[in-house]
């Protein structure tokens, strides 16, 4: 038996991943593993909150293990975080770390150079999909899933929030990729084959915020029973 650890942002793209490994009777999804801001306790990228993520675990009937990260945390400190993670998943006996990457060689590589000479290993089992295939497959396997963030430089605000579903893939201007792969989009799922029951989420309101030299639009997807 393979046991596998899946590396979890919330998005599409690693709920199909997991999806993908779950349903393999020689493999064993140990946990999912994420990291957040230890300052605001959202992924960083996303915005997502994380008692999101632990609302979608509970769903999902999966562990959740989550690494807090100094924010704008270099490359060398995020390494230093995860470092003692690994070291336990060598000691646990984990085969692999699955990620869901699809087509950025340079991600791949620098995962794989941190796994390098460990004995667990990366696996990337959506590795070199047409992303319009993709991201087809997940809407017509039932999955649903609300648009957390967009780089400003690709998608205007008006993108945020909105749920992914044929309409928003027929309203991306030309050149934006489908599955959102160059970071001009982030997801949460929040319901799908996988789930228990589904995530209850409402879009609550959208903030544009300065990140390195870009402006991103994040909408606060929200519990729908959080009354703050």
Known sequence: ???????????????????????????????????????????????????????????????????????????????????????????????????????????????????????????????????TDLVGSFLDAGFRARIACVDGSTLDASFAGRELDRVFLEDLPAGVDPCGEHGEFHTFVFDGPPFDHPVDVVAGETVSREVGDGTYHYCDLRPSDDTD
């Open 1 to 131: 038996m393979d046991r596998v650890v899946v590396s979890w942002s919330g998005g599409k793209d690693a709920a199909t991943a997991l999806w993908e490994v779950a349903g393999d009777p020689d493999r064993e999804v140990v946990e999912l593993l994420t990291t957040v801001d230890a300052e605001n306790g959202r992924i960083s990228m996303h915005g997502v909150r994380g008692d999101l993520l632990e609302r979608q675990a509970a769903a999902l009937d999966c562990s959740l293990r989550t690494v807090e990260i100094p924010p704008d945390a270099t490359n060398d400190e995020y390494e230093r975080r995860l470092e003692p993670v690994v070291a336990e998943y060598e000691d646990r006996g984990i085969d692999h770390v699955v990620f869901a990457d699809l087509f950025l060689e340079g991600v791949r590589d620098y995962r794989a150079e941190r796994l390098d000479g460990r004995d667990v290993a990366g696996d990337w089992p959506l590795w070199g999909r047409d992303t």
